[in-house]
């Protein structure tokens, strides 16, 4: 620290560029990584400042929780190595509380955060019967299971069991094509819980041969040709493809749930093995 404040008194023109590079390359990423999610940011020295001393202050009252617990239990004999939690999980409980705190501040207008978290009847059911003390047979791997949040981050369904416990449970109804045929109530529009279960079980942008994260739904037959606003009319898309739409194009969903898009002119877009003579003998 010395030394640091030497430098910055001999050149602070130099020091006054270290800090400004500092700031200009702020970032913040949350990542996962097997079972384990990581946190990582970095920015100036005064922001870095604030920060702390938030965080310390968050983590202060978690550990006065701590202590108190710990009283009503031990008493007197209550002493910092009885304590439930360790300094580090204190300070990561304190971050979370942070968030929590900032998202119920009213900053972000009428924002609410929502994590969805996909989970089978098998998996939960099993989880569920574990949780009690039963012991159930375990799963079948060879069978697809679900246990994971919209974006893909796999999860323990001990803790699905909980988050459905502590928050708000969802039923949606797939048929054997797994179209959403049900969300629990009919909207006008794609908006809600509907359009959000839809993007979820998409991944990527229903278009052939595009791996961008769908952005908005909209109906595969139109409105105004008579398309129902419901899941089995739903295709989730990015920006780009959906416009394609208004140019001819059509979409359709075969009975295996299956994609099929065509050009103006009808031809499909894409090809697949029982169709290799049709789309090569023109050229041949």
Not at 168 to 194: E, M, N, P, Y
Not at 203 to 226: E, I
Not at 228 to 250: Q, S, V
Request: with cysteine; charged share 20%; aromatic share 6%.
């Amino acid at each position: 620290m010395l030394l640091r404040a030497w430098e910055a008194a001999a050149d602070p023109d130099g020091a006054h560029l270290n800090h400004e590079r500092a700031h200009r390359e702020r970032e913040a990423t949350i990542s996962s990584v097997g079972a384990k999610a990581f946190v990582n940011a970095h920015g100036g020295a005064v922001a870095g400042a604030q920060l702390k001393e938030v965080l310390d202050a968050f983590a202060h009252a978690e550990f006065l929780a701590d202590w108190e617990a710990g009283v009503a239990v031990h008493g007197e004999a209550m002493c910092v190595s009885l304590m439930a939690r360790t300094e580090r999980q204190r300070r990561f409980d304190a971050m979370c509380a942070v968030f929590a705190a900032a998202a119920g501040s009213g900053v972000l207008a009428g924002f609410e955060p929502t994590v969805n978290l996909w989970c089978d009847h098998a998996t939960f059911e099993h989880a569920l019967v574990t949780a009690l003390g039963g012991t159930p047979e375990p799963l079948d791997p060879s069978v697809p299971h679900r246990c994971e949040t919209s974006t893909g981050v796999q999860l323990d369904p001990l803790d699905v069991l909980i988050a459905a416990a502590l928050g708000h449970v969802r039923r949606v109804v797939l048929d054997s094509a797994g179209v959403v045929i049900d969300v629990g109530r009919k909207q006008r529009l794609f908006t809600g819980a509907l359009r959000e279960i839809l993007l979820a079980l998409e991944r990527q942008c229903f278009w052939s041969g595009c791996h961008h994260p769908p952005r908005q739904v909209d109906h595969v037959l139109p409105w105004a040709r008579g398309g129902l606003t419901d899941a089995a009319n739903a295709g989730p898309a990015c920006g780009h493809h959906n416009r394609w739409r208004t140019r001819g194009y059509t979409t359709v969903r075969d009975e295996h749930g299956h994609w099929h898009h065509y050009r103006p002119d009808g031809t499909e877009i894409g090809w697949r093995r029982g169709q290799v003579t049709r789309v090569l003998s023109p050229a041949a």
